[in-house]
């Protein structure tokens, strides 16, 4: 088996399109070899012969073969003199022409001379996987938001293999939650063992999430829930997952499940479209292609419609930009249904994220009017911005809730409300998140 992933059956590898591009630049600068028409015919061949074996829809190569052939002849290639520059722009025809994103080529010669070495070697090298390790294995960013809803940025699926250990560690971190938000935006895929791993931690009981027919290999995968995982399960606590067009293979494979589940909101754009996992072949000693082999013969969906292509719906749409606002508020808002007696702390949380987003609009004449000192506090206004200040304190600045309250950047639990006799401000009360309140009277 002539692959660099046979011991990886269902790698989902959005990353290595990324890796066709800036592999592919970077050597531009540094490339003075040039290819001739020849060899240019000789790689069209080789690639078309590794599709008619590799290639999941065989029925189609005819096809493709017929329209590299026929730019060649009509001289559409003649522009690009390099090697890089060539495999580049077939990178581009062949996804163009199979509407297949996975699908590329590129101009690598020591990765092609690793490969014929070693056939049977995997694609995570000691050189990869530490690389893996300085962008803690995909896991960019796990913390805590207001409300106790946790958030996880998660950039990549990485094998078990090495990132068990971090994944297991974030989601115990994020374990006692109210909500979560799982934040797929820049995530392109990865490995399908990592996305059994996360899913089964959310799910309760035993799933088959789909089958899949490797053809190059002429082998099937189930890919399921785990039976066990370690530390807490969080088959209860609220999901949402932000998407973009970035959301591609792996990350539309975990968005798919729970969403067809029912098990999570998803929220953003209309993911890329990228279904069917590949198998890495070598091409004239120097090129590598990445070809679809892999497809989804059985899955959660009643018909045969899935995502390739056209990639999966978000419940919410919305610009990705804006996801992880709407999911905080989406979370929120559910919290303060399903747990009434907390309906106030939570809509305190949603009134200062949405004047955080919008804050309210204020005349410079009424933010003059508020600055002053209150006893240990005092109010500055600063290019029209209002700042509060204890003594001893540094300054902070104040967002506008409505004409007289104030939301203190960077403190959760207090906010200020301006005290107003016959149009004259007089003093400052402190509201508290617990509901209590304390007065400060303005100096005069």
Known sequence: MNTLLNNVLFVLIFFVCTLLNTTSYAQEKREVESISKPEKKELIKSLCEKLDTVYIYPENVSKIRKYFNKKMDQGDYDPFKTPTDFAFQLDLDLQYITNDKHM??????????EMISQPTA???????VEELKQTNFGFKEVKILEGNIGYMDLREFCPPKYAAE???????????????????????????NMVQLLLSYFL???????TSYNRYTDTYYVSQTLPHVPGKKLVDIPLYILTSKATFSGAEAFSY??????RAVLIGENTGGGENPVEIQVLNVKYIAYIS??????????????????GIEPMIKVNAKDAFFEAQKRALKDLSIKNTSEEQRYQWILDGLEAKQNPFQLKKEILESYVGNYGERKLLLENETLFYQRNGTEKTRLIALDS????????DYLRLKMMKENGKVIGLLRLYNDGSSKQDLKDK
């Open 404 to 411: 007289d309250t104030f939301i203190i950047e960077e403190i």
């Open 122 to 128: 995997s694609y995570y090298t000691k050189e990869v």
């Open 104 to 113: 590329g080529i590129v101009y690598d010669p020591k990765s092609a001379a």
């Open 204 to 210: 309760e009981e035993d799933i088959e999430f789909s």
């Open 257 to 262: 499940n729970l969403k067809t589940l029912k």
């Open 166 to 192: 971090t994944a297991i560690a974030a989601i115990n971190f994020l374990s006692n939650c109210n909500a979560l938000i799982i934040d797929l935006r820049n995530n392109g895929g990865g490995d399908d």
């Open 293 to 310: 082999a892999v497809r989804i013969i059985k899955s959660l969906s009643k018909t045969a419609v899935r995502w390739e292509g056209i």
